[in-house]
């Protein structure tokens, strides 16, 4: 079906207040350091994200406001600003009566629990460094991280110690304190474990946050893994302006909303918007303990009234392949704008959310490194269908292409390259855990290199192509598997799309295609043939696969995006490289 370039955004679309309806204006205007003195600080210029997203808060008018619903099977619980004050100064004094000192580094492991997310802040309010893992990694990857990172604390609970953490507990000798929230409700002592709720019944209320530099470590975060062994990008208190100034202007927070991010804390994208930026706004957000559901995902939107909602590409695809009738069964009249990271966006994709929520999505880019949202679809700015969106205020991107003697020179517009960032923005990484050869390698002058391939249009709107390691070269053209997979997504029965490229004695790279099908189609040599043609028909023979094999579903991270890399390797039956990330991997 043939699709405008270009969604428009009518009045009723827009933000209300309008947060950067006049966008040239806002970037002209848009300075970190005048986004910086929107937030609180602390005297001496010292800058404590937990400080900004809480205390602010409790202090104020918004005391009384929920910050975080949690959302359980046979449960609601609400945290209010005042409550989660009380007990992060809880947590920071529980912290420092095991004698945890500033700058030390405490690691979360556990559900989308409460107690997880007043660790977080909690740390941060003692000037540790949080660095959160997924609770569904097996002991290797546990291992592996606490180890590299040295972490002094852990908090987990006593299901997750026993079943990945106690057997490993030797091998950490950095490890003093691992604290255990019961799941069961039962304070159940663990040998060498302390119990969370006794500590925090005995902590005081009372802690005055640690005045933390703003270039002091706060977050310590793992990439997804998606194109090798993951690695380690170091944040900073500093990083907090970053996380306010995107909320504004990308997601386009304001006090009233209820905000839904539905990444996992263990990935990037749930800390910095699962947790602090909504909370700088003083927002209510919700979270959902439950792993994904389509029917249950539609009723906390409606039931919620999630009037923003953050989300990803493979959710949304999994939305899509349930079918638009479960969509419909439910209404979503509070919802206003709706967002996505994390993979590059399908424009089948974008066009679902304004058919079946009424709202189009609107895609945005950024990395673990970059620590907040680099590139969006603007609230206020057309959305182009395919294109990651336009540089946030205070961000400068460009196109560019490395040169042998190691600095670059941009691409002109329209051509593709690697996608480089401006050196600046406060959320940058600081540095890669215990590898400083690798961070010096990301930056070129005053660039800092992203290792995805992109191109910027005449408007200023940029495309993803792929990410470096993706991009196959198939008889002298360099095909982006973004592109290749979008054209088979346009086709009724596919779900989702991974391509790799599959070495070939002519033409150096095949493009080889694996799809999943949308619910009511079943694979078989006469789809094959069709989706061939299909795709043959929309890229042309030079761009288009050459194979296509069908999978029940493709292989991704825990942070939702296709490991292409595990797509090739399997076909090649070369060894699978680090799979810690693996969804349903060990
Ligand atoms: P690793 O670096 O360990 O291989 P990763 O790059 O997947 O894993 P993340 O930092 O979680 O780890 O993901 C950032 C990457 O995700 C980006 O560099 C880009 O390749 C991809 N990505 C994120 N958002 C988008 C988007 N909107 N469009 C296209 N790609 C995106
Ligand atoms: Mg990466």
Not at 334 to 341: D, E, M, P, Q, W
């Amino acid at each position: 079906m043939a699709r405008p370039a270009i969604i428009r955004k009518t009045p009723a679309d827009l933000p209300v207040p309008p947060n950067l309806v006049d966008y040239a204006a806002v970037r002209a205007a848009f300075s970190w350091a005048a986004a910086r003195a929107e937030l609180a600080g602390l005297p001496g210029g010292a800058l404590n994200i937990a400080q900004e997203a809480v205390e602010r808060h409790a202090q104020g008018a918004r005391r009384e406001r929920v910050a975080f619903r949690f959302l359980s099977d046979d449960a609601v619980r609400d945290l209010t600003f005042g409550e989660l004050s009380r007990l992060t100064s809880r947590f920071a004094n529980v912290l420092a009566a095991l004698g945890v000192a500033r700058g030390e580094r405490v690691f979360v492991l556990a559900g989308r629990i409460p107690e997880l997310y007043v660790a977080v802040l909690g740390s941060l309010k003692a000037g540790c460094v949080v660095s959160p893992l997924f609770s569904a990694f097996g002991p290797e990857p546990i291992a592996t991280r606490i180890r590299l990172g040295e972490g002094a604390v852990l908090v987990t609970t006593d299901a997750l110690y026993r079943r990945k953490v106690a057997a490993i507990r030797a091998q950490l000798p950095s490890l003093r304190h691992v604290l255990l929230a019961s799941e069961s409700g039962e304070a159940d002592a663990v040998a060498g474990t302390h119990d969370l709720a006794a500590l925090m019944a005995a902590a005081g209320e009372d802690f005055a946050t640690v005045a933390t530099q703003p270039d002091e470590l706060a977050l310590l975060h793992f990439t997804s893994g998606t194109t090798g062994m993951p690695k380690g990008a170091m944040h900073v208190h500093d990083a907090v302006v970053t996380h306010w100034a995107t909320g504004r202007y990308a997601l386009d927070l304001h006090g009233d909303d209820v905000f839904w991010c539905t990444a996992d804390p263990g990935w990037v994208t749930g800390t910095s918007y699962g947790i602090v930026a909504p909370l700088l706004h003083g927002v209510t957000s919700i979270v959902d303990a439950a792993d994904f559901d389509a029917e249950r995902w539609y009723r906390i939107l409606e039931e919620q009234g999630v009037t923003v909602w953050y989300t990803a590409p493979t959710a949304i695809r999994l939305l899509m392949k349930a079918g638009p009738e479960l969509a419909r069964q439910h209404a979503y009249p509070r919802l206003r704008f709706v967002a996505s990271v994390g993979e590059p966006l399908n424009p089948e994709a974008v066009w679902w959310g304004k058919e079946v929520l009424g709202h189009a999505i609107h895609d945005n880019w950024w990395q673990t490194e970059t620590g907040g949202i680099m590139i969006a679809n603007l609230p206020a700015l057309a959305i182009k269908p395919g294109a990651m969106g336009v540089p946030l205020p205070g961000v400068e991107a460009a196109i560019v292409r490395r040169l042998a003697d190691g600095s670059v020179e941009p691409v002109v517009d329209g051509g593709d390259g690697e996608l480089a960032l401006k050196r600046g923005w406060p959320s940058m990484l600081r540095g890669h855990l215990n590898d400083a050869a690798r961070y010096e390698k990301c930056f070129a002058g005053d660039w800092y290199l992203s290792g995805d391939l992109a191109r910027r249009d005449a408007d200023g709107y940029f495309w993803f192509v792929g990410r470096a390691d993706d991009v196959i070269k198939s008889a002298g053209h360099l095909i982006g598997p973004f592109e290749v997979e979008s054209a088979l997504m346009e086709h009724p029965a596919v779900a989702e799309a991974g391509v790799i490229g599959k070495p070939d004695a002519v033409v150096g790279e095949v493009v080889k295609a694996f799809v999943s099908l949308k619910a009511g189609h079943a694979p078989g040599e006469a789809l094959r043939l069709e989706l061939l043609a299909h795709a043959r028909r929309r890229l042309g023979a030079a761009v288009a696969p050459k194979e296509i094999d069908f999978l029940t579903t493709l292989p991704r991270t825990r942070s939702g995006k296709i490991m292409r890399r595990l797509l090739k390797a399997r076909e090649l039956g070369l060894p699978e490289g680090d799979t810690s990330t693996l969804e349903g991997g060990a």
